[in-house]
């Protein structure tokens, strides 16, 4: 401001002082917006599970917090008018609840909940109700095992609900509970006795025989009725629209251990013989699940793998059957890209369905007459998970590169987004500009990825960068907020995240690519997407990262035997490494040997995949990392990679998290990985000092 403009604007106050006119106090000026901070991640709260009302007027969803100080999460429900406005919780916080569920006649809303007292190992999972017109939840299940689904009946007078097998243990504690005996839990677990094939799940640990099955619960008189049985998993539910017949998923083959297989199976929902009297309607070699009715109850959805030899990388394909039995007929095989979620439109001309294409996850309507594919929620955004208005309005969980998810409303055409659940702190937040590119590999393949920003990027700079490969393999990078890799851009990184050959959104043929030959034509990809931003001048050859989980911790381990020093620092979490060490350790021994074949007969195949057998390579400092009882890809490959560089006085270190899974879930684990990551990155990519011992 010159003296003459600061002249004249005294004048103007004097004046308007002069004529008794207040001067309103100056609005201070919004803080400018910050970097993605690690804290964040517990601020950031988690929306799924769209249900819209039967009148069309709210949709229920589900909220996740994640709360550090407890080290644990809180799922709690919420409904928003679909006219817009401010959301109302309907459960209260301090217990978790889940899946809500309408009633038809849209009075209740029914929700799992484990809550209450009286059961020396906690309360299990119930189904509860809450009246719309007000009062206390009520409970409506007793089980002793717990419920792990539901859904209501066409009418609302009765529910399905998906039940393990009750175990001896919950069978006497429930006896013992019945005559108020007072039973006392033994000191020493019971040893486990093994018998099947399959005899390992993560987050399940060691099988037995106990099984999933369907039960059909009358509300009027609370009476439980199981209508399917055997040495089968049953799930995936859905009523016929007259409420006589179920649809389910289930593995009924003589031996489900020993194949991949699932139809879709149909039952009487009164059935008095526990199932045993089926109709089975589908006999693809491959899996089929996720059914649906058609509105006249002619026809069943479902998604359908017609490719069974193709195994994870096989496209899975929108499918209709006549829900009497008869011809199955796949309506997507020109569209070759995976549909998941299949639901049919009130007139039953058209199925609803997500796909997803070429780095976005999509809302698409099919054609049942034509097979013709419609875009419905597309662009840059990725779609979670939708319900349907029986009116044509859509509930979708929607995100962005800036937006975590939220529930958006789309009728008539219009999108409008109704909830605001993480608003107020992303308004404080500045995050790193996010690209999709394309670039050849080596073979002149065309592949596409995302390019992250530092928040405050400057065109003129060369960046430390991050080579992100994604787990799977099958599966792909989106249009969606990503809090990692916009952590790393906040710290000055620029990120990688490409989907190499093997991933999803591309088509079969893109995908089954790396089949038995991992580590080959995916590592010429990713390393492609490095050329690509080095020579566009955005990435620092000289401070290169790559780190990422599963089979990204995997890619990781191809790209740092294969690089030489080119990388300056690596993470490779839950990764394999000698895969011959995870046969009969890990819950994969059906992909190894349809995709490898026998570890004794094809041994070399299996060495030759191994990075193991190229660890003296390996120059770039590593950090290996993962869950202690990790039934995916065992620790073991972790701890062998790091003993062997260890032992060739390689600089690494190993951490392992107490009582983890595949997947770390304890927030303050969490919160240790993520300052794991950027410490090891600023040592030895920035130089930046390590942290003290105690931090």
């Known amino acids: 401001m010159n003296r003459r403009t600061l002249f004249a604007t005294i004048l103007v106050i004097l004046f308007a002082a ?19 901070t690690i804290d964040d991640y517990f601020q950031i709260k988690r929306v799924g599970d769209p249900q819209i009302s039967p009148d069309g007027k709210w949709v229920a969803y589900v909220v996740t917090t994640t709360i550090l100080k407890t080290d644990k999460y809180e799922r709690q429900i919420w409904v928003v008018s679909t006219a817009g406005g401010e959301a109302i919780p309907m459960t209260t916080k301090g217990v978790n609840s889940s899946r809500p569920r309408w009633s038809p006649d849209g009075k209740y809303l029914a929700f799992l909940s484990a809550r209450g007292s009286g059961e020396k190992d906690g309360p299990k999972t119930q189904v509860w109700t809450l009246n719309r017109s007000g009062g206390e939840a009520q409970q409506l299940t007793e089980t002793i095992q717990g419920v792990s689904s539901f859904d209501w009946s066409p009418k609302g007078d009765r529910l399905v609900l998906v039940l393990s097998d ?9 006896e013992a509970k019945e005559k108020s005996i007072e039973k006392i839990k033994p000191a020493t677990p019971k ?4 018998d099947r094939l399959q005899f390992k799940r993560d987050y399940a640990g060691y099988l037995d025989r106990l099984r999933s099955h369907l039960y059909v619960f009358e509300l009027a008189g609370k009476k439980l009725t199981q209508v399917t049985s055997g040495d089968y998993d049953d799930g995936d539910p859905a009523w016929s629209p007259d409420g006589r017949f179920l649809a389910f998923t289930s593995n009924r083959s003589e031996d489900p251990d020993h194949n991949f297989n699932s139809d879709i199976w149909v039952v009487a929902a009164d059935n008095p013989d526990k199932g045993m009297t089926l109709t089975r309607l589908t006999k693809n070699a491959g899996s089929d699940d996720s059914p649906a009715w058609s509105p006249d109850g002619k026809w069943v959805t479902y998604v359908s793998q017609i490719d069974a030899k193709a195994l994870d990388y096989a496209t899975q394909h929108l499918a209709i059957v006549p829900a009497q039995g008869g011809a199955e007929r796949v309506l997507t095989t020109k569209l070759d890209r995976n549909v998941v979620r299949p ?22 309507s099919v054609a049942v007459a034509s097979g013709d594919v419609t875009r419905v929620i597309s662009g840059k955004k990725s779609v979670g998970t939708y319900a349907l208005g029986s009116d044509g309005g859509i509930a979708a969980i929607i995100s962005e590169p800036t937006i975590p998810g939220e529930i958006f409303w789309q009728q008539g055409g219009q999108l409008k987004k109704l909830t605001s659940t993480n608003d107020a702190l992303m308004a404080k937040i500045r995050l790193g500009e996010v690209e999709y590119v394309k670039f050849k590999s080596k073979d002149g393949t065309e592949i596409a990825g995302f390019l992250f920003k530092p928040a405050a990027y400057i065109p003129e700079m060369k960046y430390p960068t991050l080579l992100r490969p994604h787990g799977g393999p099958v599966g792909q990078y989106e249009w969606s907020f990503d809090f990692t ?3 790393f851009a906040a710290n000055g990184y620029v990120v990688l995240q ?24 995916d590592y010429e990809d990713v390393i492609a997407m490095v050329d690509y931003a080095v020579a566009k001048g955005i ?3 000289a401070k290169l990262g790559v780190g990422g989980w599963s089979y990204g911790g995997i890619m990781t381990n191809y790209v740092i035997t294969k690089s030489g020093d080119r990388f300056k620092a690596a993470i490779s979490g839950a990764s394999e490494a000698l895969y011959v060490a995870n046969y009969g350790h890990d819950h994969y021994q059906k992909l190894w040997e349809w995709e490898l074949g026998l570890p004794w007969e094809s041994r070399a195949l299996w060495e030759k995949l191994s990075t193991f057998n190229q660890v003296q390579k390996i120059v770039t400092p590593t950090l290996w990392i993962g869950g202690e009882k990790d039934w995916n890809v065992p620790i073991i490959n972790s701890e062998q990679m790091y003993q062997s560089m260890k032992r060739l006085g390689r600089t690494t270190q190993l951490v392992v998290y107490p009582g983890e899974h595949h997947g770390i879930s304890k927030p303050s684990y969490l919160k240790d990985r993520f300052e794991r990551y950027l410490a090891w990155y ?14």
């Open 343 to 364: 639901r049919f439109t009130a007139d039953g001309q058209t199925i609803f369905c997500m796909i997803d294409d070429d780095g976005q996850q999509q809302l698409v």
């Open 166 to 174: 009750p175990s001896p243990e919950q069978l006497e504690a429930a």
């Open 682 to 695: 600023g040592q030895y990519i920035k130089g930046e000092a390590p942290p003290k011992p105690s931090e």
């Open 485 to 487: 890799a916009q952590l």
């Open 18 to 36: 002069s004529l008794g006119v207040a001067q309103a106090p100056e609005k201070a000026a919004p803080p400018a917006p910050r970097n993605l």
């Open 498 to 521: 490409p989907n190499p050959r093997g991933s999803s959104g591309y088509g079969q043929k893109f995908c089954e690519a790396i089949f038995a030959d991992w580590g080959n034509k």
């Open 191 to 194: 040893p486990w006795v093994i």
């Open 539 to 541: 990435a620092d050859p």
